[in-house]
């Protein structure tokens, strides 16, 4: 599976691992994960309903989660990084949908 990353997930993935050495070595795991099987049950990728149907999330950890879209000819497109609970991967893209 090819990987790009847009301009806003490297922001926010640059403020996200600063100081974080963990997330960022799960982050790399995770990235080599998807891209040999981006469905991989630990990954627990799943698309996402309401405003973000678009788009799909994986796994990084327990809070962190991937947020991408698939393009028409089958690579992924990572858009954010974030946790659920605090509401950044929903807010920041409800209005592109």
Same mark, same amino acid.
């Given at each position: 599976m090819?990987? @790009?990353? +847009? @301009?806003?997930?490297? !922001?926010?993935?640059?403020?996200?691992i600063? &100081?974080?050495a963990? %997330?960022?070595? !799960?982050?790399?795991?995770?990235?080599?994960?998807?891209?040999?099987?981006p469905?991989?049950? *630990?990954?627990?990728?799943?698309?996402? +309903? &309401?405003?973000?149907?678009?788009?799909? @999330?994986? +796994?990084?950890d /327990? @809070?962190?989660?991937?947020?991408? /879209?698939?393009?028409? $000819? &089958?690579?992924?497109?990572?858009v $954010?990084?974030? +946790?659920q609970?605090r509401? %950044?991967? *929903?807010?920041?893209?409800?209005?592109?949908?």
């Open positions: 090819e990987v @790009s990353f +847009s @301009s806003t997930f490297k !922001r926010t993935f640059k403020k996200r600063k &100081g974080n963990d %997330l960022e070595a !799960r982050f790399w795991q995770k990235l080599e994960q998807f891209t040999a099987e469905f991989d049950p *630990s990954l627990r990728t799943h698309k996402l +309903s &309401g405003k973000l149907k678009e788009f799909w @999330s994986f +796994s990084v /327990y @809070s962190e989660r991937v947020l991408f /879209y698939f393009t028409e $000819d &089958g690579k992924a497109v990572f $954010d990084i974030g +946790s609970r509401g %950044l991967l *929903s807010d920041r893209f409800v209005a592109m949908c």
